[in-house]
Each structure stands twice: as C-alpha cells, then as structure tokens.
C-alpha cells in the first residue's frame, strides 16, 4: 500500500473511529431523557451537559475526517501519490487533530468547556483544528491551483468548503471577544452565521465526493462540467450564506436579512424539483432492472437521494417564517439537522467510503465478504428503517409541542412515551450503524492482509 | 461552463458572502443590547457551566429544560425577590434533572442579571398574544367554575397563598409542565394527602421543589384548596381555551419574524 492509500485509510479509520465515539455519547445522552435513568447518571456525576458536547464534537469530527478522506482520494488518483512535504503536511495536520480528540476527550467531560453550542472544544484544542485544516487547504489547493477554472465542479466545491471551514471556524470564536461579550443578540447573529456556514463547508466537501464518484463510476466527465452543475453549485452555496437566517428569524435584527434569506431558502425548491425528478427516475429504472448484486455505495446513495428529497421539503416548509416560529426551538429542528447529517452526510460519506475501499482492495472476494457483504446489506436496511422511525418520531413530538405551546394547550398524554422512544429509535440507529462499521473493521485493522500484490496506485 | 464564465461566478458568490458578511457584522440592531458588567459576568457562568446543552436561550440549545430566555418575567413580582428565590434554589439545590450547582450568591446574582438583560432583549418562544397573564387566566377559570361565593374561608385562604407563592409557575393547572411538577388539579390523587402535607411542610429538593417554612395553618389552606380544586378538575380543564380577554389563539396570527410578548 503506497502513502498516499495509508492516507486514506487513515483518515477513513480516524472518521470511524469519531462516529464510534458519537454514537455512544449520543446513546448515553439519550439515557438522560428518562427521569430514572437520568438519576443514576447525575449520581455517577454525568450530565447531558458532559454527553451532549461529546456527542456534537465527534459526530462533526466525523463528518469533516471522512470528507477530508474523499478529497485525498481524488488526489491520489489525479495527482499520483503525495509528495514529501504533502507527507509531513498529514502527519503534522493528523497529530493536531489527534491531540485535539484527545484533549477533548479529556477536557468535556470534567467541565472544561466553551459552552457554545456545537463549538464546545477548548479555545486552544479549537485552534489546533484551525492549524491542521490549513495544512490540509495547503495540500490540496497547491495541487488543484494550477488550471483551477478548467477543472470539474467537485474541485470547486471541495476547495471551497475546505476554504470556507477556516473562516467559518474562526468566526465561531468570536464569541471570545470583548465586544461580543457584552452583545448577546450580535453573538447569536454570527454564532448562528457560523453554524449555518460550518454546514455549508462540510456539505460542500461531501457533495464533492459524492459528485466525484458519480463521474468515476459512469465515467461520464461531462457530469462535472455542466452548465446545471454549476447553476447547483451557486444556488447551493448561495443558500449556504444566506439560510442560516432562517435560525434566527425572531432575533431582533436588520429585517432584510430575514427577507434575504426567506427568498434565497426558497430557491432550494428548485434544487427539490430537480431531486424528485431523480428519485422517480431511479425508482423506475429501479423497477424494470434489478440488481444482479448489492452494492453498498449504490444503495447508500439513493438512499441519501431520497432522504434529501424529504429532509428538503422539511426545510423548506420550516424556512416559511410562520412555520418557523411554530416549530423554533422544538424537536423539529432536532429532526432536520440529525436527519440531514445522518441520512444524507453520513449515509453518502458511508457509500464513498464502500467506493474508496473497494478501489484500495480491488479483490472481488474482499468486496464479496466484507464491502459488500450481506451484512452490510442488513445493517443499511435496519439502520434506516430505525432512522425513519427517529426523524418520525422527533417531527411529531416537535410538531406537538410546538402548536400546544403556541395555543397555550395542555400537552397530550402520549408525550410521555416519547423519552423511551427517542432512546430505543437512536440506540437501534446507533446499533446498526456500528453493525455496518464492524463489516468493514478488518480492512482497517490488518489492510496487508487483504492487498493482492500488484494493486498498489503506484506500482 | 466556460472558464470566463465560471470564474465569474465564483467571484460573484464571493462578493455576496462578503457583503451578507458586511451587513451582519455592521447591523446596529443586533448590537444595541449590551450588557451590564454583572451580566457579562453571568454570561461567562453560563458558558462555563456549559447551560446552553440542556436549556435554551431563544429557542437554541438542549431540550432537556425549559427556555430561559424570559425566564425572569416568568417569575417576575414587584420586587423581583421571587424570581431571585427561585433561581437561587435551582442553582444551590437543583431541579428534577438539573444538578446542584452551588452557586455563591454573588454569582446568582451575575446570572439574575443576565437573564434580566435578556428577557429584556427579546421574547424566546412565540405564543399567542394573551391580555391576561397565566395567574390572571387560572384565577378567572376558577372563579368561573368555582364561584367566590362557595369557597370556604379556608380554602379561600388557600387560593391566595396559592397566588404568593406563585405556584401555577411549576405546576401548571391543567398539565405537566416543562419542569415536571405535577398536575395541580390532581396533585391529590396522583401523591395522597400524607406526601402532599409532607412536600409542603419540607420541599421536595430533589425534585426541584423549595421548602417554603410554611406554617401548620397555611399548609391546612392549601390542601383543602387543592382538594376542592381537584373535585373540579373537569370544570377547569373545560374552562381553557374559552377564557374571556384572550385574543383568538389561531395559527393564522403565528409570527411572520419576531414574537410578541
């Protein structure tokens, strides 16, 4: 295996490894729901306020690692293998960001938090995330710079998430200065300014891939190229400076802002028109042609194709402004974003790390009995059916509040089941997803077991 | 896409985010709430405790506690003393699912300040716009169902203490409350005579509930009212959503962008 594959296979471990971590944290969190089990946990001195920054921390960190594992896929297979100084670049970027998760580890659990929302790391584990991002922007952009504008989509959108990540990132810490100390609304504008775009730069990176391996598995170059795949790139990163308004609509702020970002929202719908079309395109072929065998990339994807078509019809109804207040601040939002970055990020991060894998062990039988594997097949099928039931359930329990709060109703009996269901929905969803990691676990832990020589990129 | 045409798109996107950037850090609404040194001071508490995972200030954070954003007109009086005794027994006690956190009374008083400034600020949940306050709806609800001239001079007793020590603040009429104290129109059935006599003569501190040093006659008014409330239950629970004095609580006044207070 030649450096540029360890990379890869590195990075793909490291994200693993971070969705691992996320899902126990968020199946330990989802425990502090239940009044009894909660006790236990406040007596054994853990809290949602420990579990609840874990979770977050590692479940982004997942997310970027293994869009970051993508982006050096394409490297490979475009540039060839890294270059000493792209080696010592990765090394350095990956102790960073190893020390950072370790730091984590042993900072949010004793209390040693930010206390932001979805930035809870330590200002200092912050920046050596910020110091190993730009060493990854490095890498990347000196090798994409040359002929940039010839280039497919996918190499935009990588270069501008990974670009994007640093200034957004920073932005998420100004929290930390003087002035934004004293202005709390101010703080919530760029704090949410933030998020929203720290979604954008990591939904971009993993679109990329996913446009990547579209173009390698049709070998249809043109895909990259195309006048509408970039009108999507610029209506999707459009959003994605904009959108994040939509969080805050009832701040008291500049009011054109809101109306900026209610117009722009509403032009994802024509991003949904265009998913729909898909969705039935491929439903159709789908019941004229089977499949002769699975193919876990294939089925990941169109399940994140189909996802993407509900979760974008919830967004898009919950970015009306009256919608919004309804459901602001409920499980519905709990239900967006745990939708969209399980069943659309994670599942087309999973499918490009079934492709990456199958291109670094090519054997067919690797791919029969691991990759590919029937239990890989079960456990895709099972996670999303528990996936369905979770997003179901946290839309319903939002809904619910949310109108019983407006009207000044007395809430349903039922809701009281709803605790048990969040913990069993998300403990199954956390199972099967560790159940498909599992499959894959020898690849990662004894890769020269599985090489046949001669398939090295380099050779 | 052509390259002069692509480099002319990603020049305008870059454009737009720095403008949409300009516009957001510049704008002088976000930027007219400031806070007092006590609040920033409370501020910093409430990172440092890292809050923000189990409640929610405007509608962002956890959802294992209620908002806090208007928290300190939720439980505002004259003096502001009772929204001072709560907070000061959730924090050195704790609530439900909420630890102790031992706060010294300096730093209660930081974060007091705090959620001052912000109830101040904005309004955190939208909710209809309502003439009356929620004591204001129940004490008409009541008076409907149960009128002043049926009350024995015990239970009237009872129904004013109710008013002083707020209780409709954790335990809402009619339903569970986000702070899951218990129905108080059914607080009798569902605890028996003996615990309720016992919560109120000692608190319940595990659950949130203070202890209030009520004497002997005082914990007798109160639970004949409950009593009494309780062989109401229907009536009252009848009686929400047809309160005169409210405005229409339909979903066509939802908010287009701000909430109303």
Not at chain 1, 305 to 313: A, T
Not at chain 1, 322 to 348: C, F, K, Q, R, W
Not at chain 2, 85 to 93: K, M, N, P, S
Not at chain 2, 145 to 151: A, G, H, L, M, R
Request: proline share 5%; net charge neutral.
């Amino acid at each position: 295996m030649d450096r540029g594959e360890r990379m890869v296979l590195v990075l793909i471990a490291s994200a693993l490894g971070c969705v691992v971590l996320s899902l126990a944290f968020g199946a330990l969190g989802a425990l502090a729901y239940l009044p009894a089990a909660s006790e236990t946990l406040l007596k054994g001195g853990v809290s949602l306020a420990q579990l609840r920054p874990l979770h977050t921390t590692f479940a982004s960190a997942w997310l970027f690692l293994a869009a970051a594992a993508g982006a050096y896929a394409y490297l490979n297979t475009e540039f060839g293998g890294p270059t000493a100084a792209d080696t010592r670049r990765f090394r350095i970027q990956m102790i960073l960001w190893g020390l950072a998760g370790l730091g984590a580890i042993f900072t949010l659990p004793f209390g040693i938090v930010s206390g932001r929302e979805y930035l809870a790391l330590h200002p200092v584990l912050s920046l050596m995330i910020w110091v190993g991002w730009a060493l990854f922007c490095w890498t990347f952009i000196s090798k994409v710079s040359k002929g940039f504008f010839a280039r497919p989509v996918y190499v935009y959108m990588w270069s501008v998430g990974m670009l994007f990540f640093l200034w957004t990132f920073a932005e998420g810490h100004a929290y930390l200065l003087p002035w934004m100390k004293q202005r709390p609304l101010a703080d919530l504008q760029v704090q949410w300014k933030s998020c929203g775009t720290l979604v954008a730069s990591f939904n971009q990176m993993v679109y990329a891939g996913l446009l990547y391996i579209g173009v390698q598995k049709s070998g249809d170059e043109h895909l990259g190229h195309s006048r509408s795949a970039f009108a999507l790139f610029g209506i999707g990163l459009l959003n994605s400076f904009t959108n994040y308004v939509h969080h805050t609509y009832h701040l008291p702020q500049a009011e054109f802002l809101k109306w900026v970002s209610f117009v722009v929202s509403m032009l994802e719908v024509i991003i949904l028109v265009i998913v729909i079309k898909e969705v039935v395109q491929a439903l159709r072929a789908k019941s004229l042609k089977r499949a002769k065998e699975f193919d876990a990339s294939t089925s990941l994807f169109s399940l994140a194709k189909s996802w993407n078509m509900c979760l974008l019809s919830l967004a898009l109804l919950i970015s009306i402004p009256p919608l919004n207040s309804l459901i602001h601040g409920t499980h519905v939002v709990m239900a967006h974003g745990m939708g969209s970055e399980l069943a659309i990020d994670s599942y087309i991060l999973l499918g490009s790390i079934a492709f990456m894998l199958g291109a670094l062990f090519p054997e067919p039988k690797v791919g029969e009995a691991l990759i590919h594997a029937p239990r890989v097949q079960s456990s895709i099928r099972l996670l999303n059916m528990f996936l369905v039931c979770l997003v179901l359930v946290l839309t319903a329990e939002g809904l619910t509040i949310g109108i019983t709060r407006y009207k000044g109703l007395p809430s349903p009996e039922w809701l009281v089941a709803f605790p048990p269901l969040f913990l069993a929905f998300g403990v199954g969803v956390a199972f099967f997803f560790l159940r498909l990691i599992v499959c894959w676990l020898p690849l990662l832990l004894a890769p020269a077991e599985f090489r046949t020589p001669g398939s090295s990129h380099s050779e | 896409m052509n390259v002069p045409q692509r480099k002319t798109l990603l020049i305008a996107l870059v454009a737009i985010f720095f403008t949409q950037t300009w516009f957001v850090y510049s704008d002088p609404i976000g930027a007219q709430t400031r806070l007092s040194d006590d609040a920033t001071q409370g501020r910093g508490l409430w990172l440092k405790y890292n809050c923000q995972s189990c409640h929610q200030l405007f509608g962002f954070g956890g959802f294992l506690g209620p908002d806090l954003t208007n928290v300190a007109s939720r439980f505002a009086d004259s003096t502001g003393a009772r929204f001072d005794a709560r907070l000061a027994t959730v924090l050195t006690e704790g609530s439900n699912r909420m630890p102790a956190f031992h706060l010294e009374q300096e730093q209660r008083d930081q974060l007091a300040s705090y959620f001052r400034a912000l109830d101040e600020a904005g309004v955190g949940q939208p909710r209809a716009v309502s003439s009356i306050t929620p004591q204001e709806r129940f004490n008409s609800i009541v008076q409907d169902v149960i009128p002043s001239t049926e009350w024995t001079e015990t239970e009237s007793y009872g129904w004013a203490l109710m008013e002083t020590y707020s209780c409709i603040s954790c335990h809402l009429p009619n339903e569970s409350s986000s702070l899951k104290a218990p129905r108080l129109t059914t607080l009798m059935d569902v605890s028996g005579e003996d615990r309720v006599r016992q919560v109120l003569a000692e608190g319940s501190l595990q659950k949130g509930m203070p202890n209030f040093g009520l004497s002997e006659d005082k914990i007798e008014a109160l639970v004949q009212v409950l009593i009494r409330l309780q062989s109401c239950d229907e009536g009252i629970r009848a009686g929400y959503g047809t309160v005169p004095g409210t405005t229409t609580r339909s979903l066509k006044d939802l908010p287009w962008f701000e909430y109303s207070r």
